[in-house]
């Protein structure tokens, strides 16, 4: 049966992920469906539909099956800036979209939490649900819905994080994923430490699962491919984070900061979900449910973020041009090692809660066997889930390469990304430097309420970290309002 995604992109970060998104999406699926059938796996993804039928009808193509006549991605598009929105509508994915599905307004939300979360989804509560029920009344076997945001300004992380509460409240039994774009330490964005922090507890509270990205960690790894292109070395299939591979800035942004290096950032976190949903699409000897993910890589509810690496690393732009790592077992070395991660973190400085290892192509589960073997005494896992491996394994691998692997990790040295965030939102609100800005919409009281909650996850991943008694389950805070 047929398992449908309804992907929620917000604010501009988000529909710019979501844009490279479709892009890879339907050239991953046109690869490996030459003959143009709308099957099972398209529909994980996009409905098809009678382009006779006048909107909002656009009914299915007599059970759905069949003939693709014209595709529409099961997505729900948000910003409330118009240009990304218009943008894309001017360009080749125009066709994916129908005005019932975007929604968008022209002022943005002046990179204020507050005024994304408690000002424009109060005002559009009623037209964000419209598209939201719609989409999913198009499904016959909702799996889940995935939501793709930033942290840092206001659209994404204050409008988003408040469709993340509307999901919850209702579609409760559908799992909620998020891929929230973290900024980096110098964001440009003054604010951005208070706009990650109050998003951030949302997703503490809301989410189902949570695989964070960087800026950062993003911009080093462009920066390593385009450097490693230009010298020709991109073709040895190595990590990029050994001898003879270039280092980004000390920002983490790609070397110059072109409109490609930056496309390139959004191709790499694009791939991490195309990665993600493969089992859902494709065929494969052991494939994984999202529910599969949340049911073994969260022992505890709030903590739920999930570490993601990728390896072979590469912007989708060069994958054709990639050979594989040097072996299998290189493979799986690569995506262990702290230059793979798309969040800047050491997942060998801490304690490994619940590992997923998603592979693709051309592997087998005796490889999967063999180098987990070899890498276990390398890795300091929880000692009541000593075991702690989740194996998942498509047979269709990315478009390009033979074989790729997608490492999921419930990581306690993710405390170490909160601690930073949090130190960056006190320098800030120990002055209350932009504080009336966001009273505007919000009690005082909320900015209290997000540095306990925060605060209370560091100390969960902490304790669990040195084998202490087990994290307690904490009530949603007071004082910090989510509808």
Not at 223 to 245: C, D, F, N, V
Request: hydrophobic share 40%; net charge negative; glycine share 10%.
């Amino acid at each position: 049966m047929p398992r449908e995604l309804i992907t929620v992109q917000v604010g501009q970060c988000g529909n710019q992920i979501g844009c490279r998104f479709w892009e890879l999406a339907l050239r991953e699926h046109a690869a490996y469906n030459p003959s143009g059938v709308y099957d099972d796996a398209l529909s994980s993804f996009f409905r098809n539909v009678d382009q006779r039928q006048q909107p909002p009808l656009n009914l299915p193509v007599g059970n759905g099956m069949g003939a693709i006549q014209n595709l529409k991605a099961r997505a729900v598009v948000v910003d409330m800036e118009e240009g990304v929105i218009q943008h894309m509508l001017k360009g080749p994915l125009s066709q994916l979209f129908d005005s019932q599905q975007l929604l968008y307004d022209v002022s943005g939300a002046g990179n204020n939490w507050a005024h994304g979360h408690h000002g424009y989804g109060p005002q559009y509560r009623e037209a964000l649900l419209g598209r939201l029920q719609a989409a999913a009344e198009a499904a016959d076997s909702l799996q889940g819905f995935l939501l793709l945001h930033s942290l840092g300004g206001g659209t994404g992380s204050g409008l988003g994080t408040y469709l993340l509460g509307l999901l919850e409240d209702e579609f409760p039994e559908v799992f909620r994923f998020s891929a929230p774009v973290f900024p980096s330490e110098d964001d440009h964005v003054v604010t951005s430490p208070y706009n990650a922090a109050l998003a951030a507890t949302c997703l503490v509270e809301s989410a189902s699962c949570v695989l964070p990205v960087e800026n950062q960690a993003l911009g080093a790894i462009a920066g390593r491919l385009e450097a490693a292109t230009a010298k020709g070395t991109a073709a040895a299939g190595s990590s990029l984070g050994g001898p003879g591979a270039a280092k980004a800035g000390s920002s983490g942004k790609p070397a110059g900061g072109n409109a490609a290096a930056w496309d390139a950032m959004n191709g790499i976190a694009a791939n991490l979900l195309l990665h993600l949903t493969s089992s859902v699409r494709f065929e494969g000897t052991l494939n994984t449910d999202l529910n599969d993910i949340t049911m073994n890589l969260v022992p505890f509810p709030r903590m739920h973020f999930l570490l993601p690496s990728l390896a072979p690393l590469a912007a989708p732009k060069d994958m054709a041009q990639l050979a594989a790592p040097r072996n299998v077992d290189q493979l799986f070395s690569d995506a262990f090692s702290r230059e793979s991660q798309l969040l800047a973190a050491d997942p060998r400085s801490a304690t490994c809660l619940a590992t997923a290892l998603m592979m693709r192509g051309r592997l087998s589960l005796s490889d999967a066997q063999r180098n987990i073997a070899r890498l276990r005494p390398s890795l300091k896992m929880a000692h009541w889930n000593t075991e702690g491996f989740k194996l998942g394994l498509c047979s269709q691998p990315p478009v390009g390469l033979p074989y790729s692997l997608l490492c999921l990790s419930n990581n306690c040295c993710i405390a170490d990304t909160f601690s930073a965030l949090m130190a960056r939102f006190d320098k800030l609100y120990k002055r209350k430097i932009f504080v009336h800005h966001y009273t505007e919409y919000m009690e005082a009281s909320g900015f209290e309420a997000a540095a306990e909650c925060l605060n209370g996850l560091i100390a969960d991943y902490r304790q669990a970290d040195g084998a202490g008694p087990a994290p307690v389950t904490r009530m949603r805070p007071r004082g910090l309002s989510f509808l």
